[in-house]
């Protein structure tokens, strides 16, 4: 075989393993807690959660681009006002350093939000970046996911999904080769007589970054 040949074969070779997605892992995940009232944008009461059940993750890593994505089967239910943590609604992505990338979060999850059918009962969502969110919405208690409105029934949930999107950076003094950056979805109540209920939950988080070594 030429060596011309044998090199192309090998870059060839190369560039499949690489692009082979992550194995699916099951991960045991701690039961949902609030967000810390240290964290931007993070509301003055405590929400509360409870989960149970595993989270299971799967991916796929380039240098170009990667995918992350979590779900679980598990019911939780959200009272109060205060964001809450979904059990199974945080992963990372990694920018390489003095980069930024376009990320995009996807998710989706079987959704009732119960109490009087009045103005101002709604439920709500966000995603987060490093305790920032992600717009459309912001930090703003006044700008809210509003991803769905009270009622009532019992028997009355949906397909709620939500999207958001934005650029990430990692500075070019960071100490390590690249910024681990984790993505978080959370949700609350707008009102305290509503109760948001979640279940079957998916996040898909897509990053599209600079390519850190040449080709």
């Given at each position: 075989m030429?060596?011309?040949?044998?090199?192309?074969?090998?870059?060839l070779l190369a560039a499949a393993a690489a692009a082979i997605p992550l194995a699916i892992v099951p991960a045991q995940?701690?039961?949902?807690?609030?967000?810390?009232?240290?964290?931007?944008?993070?509301?003055?009461?405590?929400?509360?959660?409870?989960g149970s059940g595993d989270c299971v993750?799967?991916?796929?890593k380039r240098s170009t681009d990667q995918i992350e994505v979590i779900s679980g089967?598990?019911?939780?239910?959200?009272?109060?006002?205060?964001?809450t943590d979904l059990t199974c609604g945080s992963v990372s992505v990694q920018v390489p350093r003095g980069t930024h990338g376009h990320l995009t979060v996807w998710v989706n999850a079987?959704?009732?939000?119960?109490?009087?059918?009045?103005?101002?009962?709604?439920?709500?969502?966000?995603i987060v970046v490093d305790g920032v969110a992600l717009p459309p919405s912001n930090n703003s208690d006044n700008d809210r996911f509003d991803w769905d409105t009270a009622n009532p029934d019992d028997r009355r949930w949906?397909?709620?999904?939500?999207?958001?999107a934005g650029y990430v950076t990692c500075p070019a003094n960071n100490s390590r080769m690249y910024c681990n950056k984790k993505i978080q979805v959370q949700a609350t109540n707008n009102s305290s007589s509503t109760t948001f209920w979640i279940d079957d939950t998916i996040v898909r988080a897509e990053l599209l970054r600079r390519q850190l070594f040449p080709r």
């Open positions: 030429r060596t011309g040949t044998r090199k192309a074969r090998a870059a995940v701690a039961p949902a807690q609030a967000a810390s009232s240290s964290a931007p944008g993070a509301a003055t009461a405590a929400g509360h959660g409870r993750t799967s991916g796929f089967h598990q019911t939780q239910t959200i009272t109060g006002r205060g964001w079987e959704i009732r939000c119960k109490g009087p059918s009045v103005i101002g009962n709604w439920c709500g969502g966000r949906r397909d709620g999904s939500m999207i958001a």
